[in-house]
């Protein structure tokens, strides 16, 4: 497939964007670039570590872009933030549509989190079990490998590999079918097209999940956070939503520039939530 002038255009401008947001960002303790999980040049993932003291929690981030867009290093600033607040962190990159379809991207993710719980040692990622983190479509991605038997990576020491969800801005439940090119990129899971669906899955696991979304996005409405927690609560797993006053799609992201008045707070939510019960060893 090739890219029209318009969508070179638009790839242009977020990735200008995003750069400019890791100039305005965090200073990371240490950055480790383009570790490959996998074979293909996109399976790769960015290893953001704290400068000093304990580690607080560990965290894999699974960008979005409607699963045919968006790359790793576009987050440098997110994976800086977490740095700064003693999180480690994974930016975790993934193959897209076209040149893969559901579920490959999927599974791609689910890889790099067994590869980086067995080889992330080696690189100063202290021992613990894994935060899954995503936006729009990464959350998405996120909730299948947690949720979805058919993803969720191997555990040698139940509940040691993940230890919970944060969706931001993103997808639980939604209709493939209704769309030219979504109907494409999971065209393997017609025609009901219900195992690419996490809220399906809620309840499999004992993973609490956080989710932030903006009452103003206008890209994933708001009620499909609620409906999942909905879901959530009716099979007995613990689920909490922040919903964002004022905020759209992309908005929420813009909190982990220190610079923005929510940034401590936004940081605040997800370091309760990360050391609640399940903080990363030192």
């Not at 994976?79 to 480690?88: D, E, I, K, N, S």
């Not at 559901?102 to 894994?130: C, I, K, N, S, T």
């Not at 969800?165 to 493939?176: D, E, L, Q, S």
């Not at 004022?246 to 940081?267: E, K, S, V």
């Amino acid at each position: 497939m090739i890219k029209t002038g318009f969508e070179q255009v638009r790839s242009g401008l977020r990735r200008g964007l995003f750069q400019g947001l890791a100039r305005a960002g965090h200073r990371p303790g240490k950055t480790i670039p383009g570790l490959n999980y996998g074979d293909a040049a996109e399976q790769a993932l960015d290893l953001y570590l704290p400068a000093d003291g304990p580690c607080r929690a560990r965290v894999m981030f699974i960008h979005g872009g409607a699963w045919h867009s968006g790359h790793r290093s576009e987050y440098a600033f997110l994976g800086a933030a977490l740095a700064a607040h003693r999180v480690a962190c994974a930016v975790v990159g993934y193959r897209l549509y076209p040149q893969v379809r559901y579920p490959a991207f999927v599974h791609d993710v689910a890889q790099a989190v067994v590869w980086l719980q067995r080889e992330g040692h080696w690189f100063g990622l202290p021992p613990g079990p894994l935060y899954l983190m995503g936006h729009s479509a990464g959350a998405h991605i996120a909730c299948l490998v947690a949720l979805n038997p058919q993803f969720r990576p191997p555990e040698p020491v139940p509940d040691q590999t993940l230890a919970g969800v944060i969706g931001i801005a993103g997808v639980y439940r939604f209709r493939p079918e209704t769309s030219p090119l979504y109907s494409q990129i999971f065209a393997p899971a017609a025609p009901d097209f219900t195992a690419v669906k996490p809220i399906h899955f809620v309840g499999r696991y004992p993973l609490p999940l956080l989710l932030l979304h903006g009452d103003k996005d206008r890209v994933i409405a708001a009620r499909n956070a609620r409906q999942m927690v909905a879901a959530a609560d009716a099979a007995g797993q613990e689920a909490e939503l922040q919903v964002l006053k004022g905020y759209g799609h992309i908005r929420p992201l813009f909190d982990f520039l220190p610079f923005i008045p929510n940034h401590q707070r936004t940081m605040a939510t997800l370091l309760s939530f990360m050391t609640r019960s399940r903080p990363c060893a030192s």
